[in-house]
């Protein structure tokens, strides 16, 4: 099966190509390989012509206080032009070519308001102008006529890759550089094993599943107890990891939602097993030492 692939290049588009090529032949239409999702005209003909039956949908801006400096100008800046403008332009071109989107989002979708964990059914209140923008675009989604699958997403994380360091590469670099850490003990986020998101999307794509799905890791978890088990999985010093606060960690930043834990219930059932985020670093661990 062809897949057409927007942002195949990045941190999660270039894993999934990594593990799931011997079973799908996939296409990039990327700024690395010269395509634009903002040019209208480009991206649809590209798609159109494409015989591809699915358009995997990775491309946005993600740096959350970037798009908050973006919001002053509304549609005219680049989070509404990627996040939202790009997202339309790409489902427009899917729906004149009869092709599926697979389009992923984000757990800030929610306000992190919520004491329970998020389910696929509940109702996004987004805080910030990047989870507004990924909001938009899931509502571009679901309101066309062309079959899709939302897949949110949290904390994504992996073991190499030179482009971007993820949280958890980030926290080890400055752990084996015995640097001091402060991480946030009132916050609770959901981390998600890349490799496992690749191995969801095979199953979504081979039963033919369509709606919206978490795909996130089994552990909720705060970043200071995160940041221990890294520490631990990886036998660096603890005494480097420092508490500190939402409010002291996000001073002037764009506002963060706090109690952002997902269920992953229905991509459960459908037999997929989403690592906890120490299983996910023992992978890691040995995915490492095997280079």
Not at 30 to 58: M, P, R, W, Y
Not at 157 to 173: C, M, N, P, S
Not at 225 to 241: N, R, W, Y
Request: charged fraction near 30%.
């Amino acid at each position: 099966m062809k897949i057409l692939g927007i942002g195949l290049s990045g941190l999660v588009g270039s894993r999934v190509v990594d593990l799931l090529k011997a079973d799908y032949e996939f296409d990039d239409l990327s700024i690395s390989t010269g395509f634009d999702i903002t040019d209208k005209q480009s991206i649809t003909e590209a798609i159109i012509s494409s015989n591809a039956a699915i358009v995997l949908h990775l491309a946005a801006k993600t740096d959350v206080d970037g798009c908050e400096r973006d919001k002053t100008q509304g549609a005219d800046g680049d989070a509404w032009r990627i996040n939202v403008e790009g997202t339309r332009n790409v489902v427009e071109a899917c729906q004149k070519s009869g092709k599926k989107i697979i389009y992923f989002s984000t757990d800030f979708v929610f306000n992190g308001e919520k004491e329970e964990a998020y389910a696929e059914e509940d109702i996004p209140d987004p805080i910030n102008w990047y989870a507004k923008t990924k909001f938009e675009g899931e509502k571009n989604v679901k309101t066309s006529a062309t079959p899709y699958v939302i897949v949110r997403t949290a904390y994504p994380y992996r073991a190499i890759y030179d482009e971007k360091l993820d949280f958890v590469r980030t926290i080890l670099k400055k752990l084996k550089d015995k640097a001091s850490i402060a991480a946030v003990s009132d916050h609770i986020m959901t981390p998600t094993f890349i490799d496992d998101i690749a191995k969801a999307l095979d199953v979504l794509i081979k039963n033919e599943a369509t709606g919206t799905f978490h795909v996130v890791g089994s552990q909720y978890i705060s970043p200071f107890d995160a940041v221990l088990s890294i520490a631990d999985t990886f036998g660096l010093d603890k005494s480097l990891v420092k508490k500190t606060t939402r409010e002291e960690y996000f001073a002037n930043r764009a506002t963060r939602p706090f109690h952002l834990a997902l269920k992953n219930d229905k991509i459960r059932k459908l037999g997929i097993k989403m690592k906890t985020f120490g299983e996910g670093l023992s992978e890691i661990r040995k995915q490492i030492k095997t280079i």
